[in-house]
């Protein structure tokens, strides 16, 4: 009895003592070098001071990410306890994650933070808790201070509509003989984001089910014409923080991490505004992070304190004010951040505010095939704005295809379309 | 003297297992990948979808307009500086050096500085600017002129890539026997009867590697397209690279490669069976 107490006592000290825990925690959200050097020098040694536990943060592209859970999965023996990563990256890897339903279960139980419903319920993926929610991102438009001596008459700059969005470039136009506008079109932008969560809730009221409806189409003609006050260098541009500070455009519409700089570098010179508001409402779009631990994670207890810490509201508003993820915790929302990110931390809970809002969510279920989703939003773009095809004609084309796609992969269609 | 005979089948074995580890396993996996569907069943769909992308046709055509632009284009270039050169005019070793200089460049790299030449902020711009020919900056690289994106890749690639047919050429020149050279002098021939009916038939077998070294490249050009032209000018290795990163389809990614493979073999077949050379014909 003695003996077993002794070698208890012996086993948690050589525990504590040894104190090189070692842990890898792969992750596909701040991936950009100085979120990355943050996540290391600021927020992992709080973790590893409290705990003992070292992390070593890998940042990955998705493919990388993927590439490695499975073949980590397949081997059945694996190097990373934790993973971090979007919604859309963890559909088509499910197989490889454990089921956090009681570790969730666990969290909720500690009493100091309140998930946000429609995220968990958005981790529940094939019948298990697949990842538990971590940050939120959204899009929303930054502004040059300049540009306001040029908004219209009588127009309410956190209640922009579509046509206001219109008239405000015109007159830049106008007056100054530039195209000020900026939505991302590069390669690697989120050009697609705009279209199927922005434009097409504004306009019809949905993602998909109106794709090709009369209301689609008078929404192209719409963006047509806007489309006259964009920059011509959009193509080029991922991100639309270069071009905002270069003065190469006013308004831009993009992702808050990816307007970020900007504002960080000169925060008298812009202000954050929600998106605009079509003839349906207010459509935007919440992006979801969460982290979620492999089956072969070597160290689940590790990983498991891990997310403990990363989704505390203290955390939560560290991590706002570091690298500007928005938190998933009722408890840190609110908490606004001093300093610049106050200036875009007003722009999100005005748009997340607004009355009219249509919350658009990145379609879950199309597995492998999300990728495909995005295709056919920002092809549709291209094709109808920059190569000026027929608008029916592309749209029924693509149409079909989209159809098709939840046909084949018997993905329920994304909010907004479900609820309704 | 059994030895003897499997000798050479034992030096080349390290060969065959690497090219067989290396170069056929991925290969078949990527036929698996582009003719099963993840259950293992035989399916031609994801050939149907690339055909009927909006993008695929666009994409061919990118493809094939930037080859037959570049290919002819840089054997002409290096052909004439390889003829500079092999006149072995003093100094043309040092010259030699510096036109295979941007062989060490990644393309991604040529792409990205012929970027920062053409952007809106680029060199070129504040040149122009500077000498007073434009009041704002002219979008060289945007929707609006899809002729300059396509000269900027054409630019790129023919700076950065010409110098490999340069060393080939120059290496194959060095290679014709002074003799025959001399016998046509002898016989009185002009300079541009030597180089029509001495040189190039000589340089024939050079003139081939070259093409089709250039022309695989060329067709799988990629990295430079996607610094330059964006989504703007869409080439069928983009689209591979879109497929699998952007759109995570890996199956219709394995399509479009396999597809760049069908092409490449088929210009290679051509070009050994048009540039054909004597001794090769009489066998």
């Given at each position: 009895m003695n003996g077993q107490k002794v070698v208890i006592a012996l086993l948690v000290c050589t525990v504590v003592a040894s104190g090189s825990e070692k842990i890898t925690f792969m992750s596909t959200q701040l991936v950009p070098i100085a979120e990355a050097e943050w996540v290391r020098s600021e927020l992992l040694p709080r973790f590893t001071k409290e705990t003992g536990i070292d992390v070593v943060f890998v940042g990955a592209g998705y493919g990388e990410f993927a590439d490695r859970l499975v073949a980590e999965y397949k081997a059945g023996k694996g190097t990373i306890a934790l993973a971090g990563g979007l919604h859309g990256d963890y559909t088509p890897l499910v197989?490889?994650?454990?089921?956090?339903s009681k570790e969730f279960a666990d969290l909720q139980a500690l009493g100091d933070r309140t998930f946000i419903p429609a995220f968990v319920e958005l981790g529940r993926l094939n019948k298990i808790q697949a990842y538990i929610p971590w940050t939120q991102g959204t899009y929303l438009m930054v502004v040059n201070k300049m540009a306001l001596d040029y908004?219209?008459?009588?127009?309410?700059i956190r209640a922009l509509t579509y046509d206001d969005l219109l008239a405000w470039a015109k007159n830049i136009y106008e007056a100054?003989?530039?195209?000020?506008l900026g939505i991302p079109a590069g390669?690697?932008?989120?050009?697609h984001r705009f279209v199927h969560g922005y434009l097409y809730p504004s306009f019809t009221g949905y993602q998909v089910i109106k794709f090709d409806s009369p209301e689609a189409i008078k929404m192209w003609r719409f963006v047509k014409e806007l489309w006259q006050y964009v920059n011509p260098a959009v193509a080029t541009w991922d991100a639309m923080d270069t071009p905002l500070l270069s003065g190469e455009v006013w308004i831009a519409w993009d992702h808050g991490a990816r307007l970020k700089q900007a504002i960080i570098e000169r925060p008298d010179d812009f202000i954050a505004i929600p998106a605009p508001a079509g003839p349906r409402g207010r459509g935007i779009i919440t992006v979801l992070a969460g982290l979620a631990i492999p089956k072969a994670s070597p160290n689940p207890e590790a990983a498991t304190r891990l997310i403990e810490f990363l989704t505390r509201p203290q955390t939560q508003v560290i991590i706002l004010k570091g690298v500007g993820f928005f938190p998933v915790v009722k408890e840190a929302i609110g908490t606004a951040p001093e300093g610049p990110l106050k200036v875009l931390a007003d722009g999100v809970m005005a748009q997340a505010s607004s009355k009219d809002l249509i919350t658009a969510f990145i379609p879950s279920g199309l597995g492998t095939r999300s990728g495909e989703f995005s295709k056919i939003y920002r092809d549709t773009f291209v094709e109808i704005v920059v190569k000026r095809r027929p608008i029916r004609e592309v749209l029924s084309r693509q149409g079909r295809l989209l159809k098709r796609l939840f046909q084949e992969t018997g993905a329920p269609y994304p909010p907004p379309d479900e609820s309704r | 003297m059994k030895t003897d005979r499997l000798l050479p089948y034992f030096l080349i074995l390290p060969t065959i297992i690497y090219l067989l580890i290396f170069v056929f396993a991925p290969l078949s996996k990527a036929v698996g990948l582009a003719f099963l569907t993840d259950e293992g069943r035989f399916t031609l769909g994801y050939f149907e979808r690339m055909f009927s992308d909006g993008r695929f046709l666009e994409a061919l055509k990118y493809t094939f307009l930037l080859t037959i632009t570049i290919v002819p284009l840089q054997l002409i270039t290096a052909l004439l500086i390889a003829l500079l050169i092999n006149t072995r005019f003093k100094g043309s070793q040092l010259f030699l050096y510096i036109c295979a200089l941007p062989l060490g460049i990644a393309d991604l790299a040529a792409g990205l500085i012929l970027l920062s030449i053409f952007t809106q902020h680029g060199h070129l711009n504040s040149i122009l600017y500077h000498l007073g020919f434009i009041e704002k900056p002219f979008y060289f690289i945007s929707y609006q002129h899809m002729g300059f994106v396509f000269l900027s890749i054409v630019l790129a690639e023919h700076w950065r890539a010409t110098a490999i047919v340069l060393v080939i050429l120059v290496a194959g020149l060095q290679m014709i026997s002074k003799d025959l050279l001399e016998a046509a002098d002898v016989l009185g021939a002009k300079p541009w009867q030597k180089l029509w009916h001495v040189i190039l038939p000589l340089l024939k077998p050079s003139l081939q590697s070259a093409l089709i070294i250039r022309t695989i490249f060329a067709l799988q050009m990629f990295a430079v397209v996607l610094a330059l032209g964006g989504e703007i000018i869409p080439v069928l290795a983009g689209e591979a690279y879109f497929w699998y990163y952007i759109y995570r389809n890996n199956h219709i990614s394995a399509a479009y490669a396999l597809l760049l493979m069908v092409i490449s073999i088929l210009m290679t077949w051509i070009y050994l069976r048009f540039l054909r050379t004597r001794s090769e014909m009489r066998a």
């Amino acid at each position: 009895m003695n003996g077993q107490k002794v070698v208890i006592a012996l086993l948690v000290c050589t525990v504590v003592a040894s104190g090189s825990e070692k842990i890898t925690f792969m992750s596909t959200q701040l991936v950009p070098i100085a979120e990355a050097e943050w996540v290391r020098s600021e927020l992992l040694p709080r973790f590893t001071k409290e705990t003992g536990i070292d992390v070593v943060f890998v940042g990955a592209g998705y493919g990388e990410f993927a590439d490695r859970l499975v073949a980590e999965y397949k081997a059945g023996k694996g190097t990373i306890a934790l993973a971090g990563g979007l919604h859309g990256d963890y559909t088509p890897l499910v197989r490889t994650l454990t089921d956090l339903s009681k570790e969730f279960a666990d969290l909720q139980a500690l009493g100091d933070r309140t998930f946000i419903p429609a995220f968990v319920e958005l981790g529940r993926l094939n019948k298990i808790q697949a990842y538990i929610p971590w940050t939120q991102g959204t899009y929303l438009m930054v502004v040059n201070k300049m540009a306001l001596d040029y908004l219209p008459e009588g127009v309410d700059i956190r209640a922009l509509t579509y046509d206001d969005l219109l008239a405000w470039a015109k007159n830049i136009y106008e007056a100054t003989g530039d195209k000020k506008l900026g939505i991302p079109a590069g390669p690697r932008s989120l050009l697609h984001r705009f279209v199927h969560g922005y434009l097409y809730p504004s306009f019809t009221g949905y993602q998909v089910i109106k794709f090709d409806s009369p209301e689609a189409i008078k929404m192209w003609r719409f963006v047509k014409e806007l489309w006259q006050y964009v920059n011509p260098a959009v193509a080029t541009w991922d991100a639309m923080d270069t071009p905002l500070l270069s003065g190469e455009v006013w308004i831009a519409w993009d992702h808050g991490a990816r307007l970020k700089q900007a504002i960080i570098e000169r925060p008298d010179d812009f202000i954050a505004i929600p998106a605009p508001a079509g003839p349906r409402g207010r459509g935007i779009i919440t992006v979801l992070a969460g982290l979620a631990i492999p089956k072969a994670s070597p160290n689940p207890e590790a990983a498991t304190r891990l997310i403990e810490f990363l989704t505390r509201p203290q955390t939560q508003v560290i991590i706002l004010k570091g690298v500007g993820f928005f938190p998933v915790v009722k408890e840190a929302i609110g908490t606004a951040p001093e300093g610049p990110l106050k200036v875009l931390a007003d722009g999100v809970m005005a748009q997340a505010s607004s009355k009219d809002l249509i919350t658009a969510f990145i379609p879950s279920g199309l597995g492998t095939r999300s990728g495909e989703f995005s295709k056919i939003y920002r092809d549709t773009f291209v094709e109808i704005v920059v190569k000026r095809r027929p608008i029916r004609e592309v749209l029924s084309r693509q149409g079909r295809l989209l159809k098709r796609l939840f046909q084949e992969t018997g993905a329920p269609y994304p909010p907004p379309d479900e609820s309704r | 003297m059994k030895t003897d005979r499997l000798l050479p089948y034992f030096l080349i074995l390290p060969t065959i297992i690497y090219l067989l580890i290396f170069v056929f396993a991925p290969l078949s996996k990527a036929v698996g990948l582009a003719f099963l569907t993840d259950e293992g069943r035989f399916t031609l769909g994801y050939f149907e979808r690339m055909f009927s992308d909006g993008r695929f046709l666009e994409a061919l055509k990118y493809t094939f307009l930037l080859t037959i632009t570049i290919v002819p284009l840089q054997l002409i270039t290096a052909l004439l500086i390889a003829l500079l050169i092999n006149t072995r005019f003093k100094g043309s070793q040092l010259f030699l050096y510096i036109c295979a200089l941007p062989l060490g460049i990644a393309d991604l790299a040529a792409g990205l500085i012929l970027l920062s030449i053409f952007t809106q902020h680029g060199h070129l711009n504040s040149i122009l600017y500077h000498l007073g020919f434009i009041e704002k900056p002219f979008y060289f690289i945007s929707y609006q002129h899809m002729g300059f994106v396509f000269l900027s890749i054409v630019l790129a690639e023919h700076w950065r890539a010409t110098a490999i047919v340069l060393v080939i050429l120059v290496a194959g020149l060095q290679m014709i026997s002074k003799d025959l050279l001399e016998a046509a002098d002898v016989l009185g021939a002009k300079p541009w009867q030597k180089l029509w009916h001495v040189i190039l038939p000589l340089l024939k077998p050079s003139l081939q590697s070259a093409l089709i070294i250039r022309t695989i490249f060329a067709l799988q050009m990629f990295a430079v397209v996607l610094a330059l032209g964006g989504e703007i000018i869409p080439v069928l290795a983009g689209e591979a690279y879109f497929w699998y990163y952007i759109y995570r389809n890996n199956h219709i990614s394995a399509a479009y490669a396999l597809l760049l493979m069908v092409i490449s073999i088929l210009m290679t077949w051509i070009y050994l069976r048009f540039l054909r050379t004597r001794s090769e014909m009489r066998a």
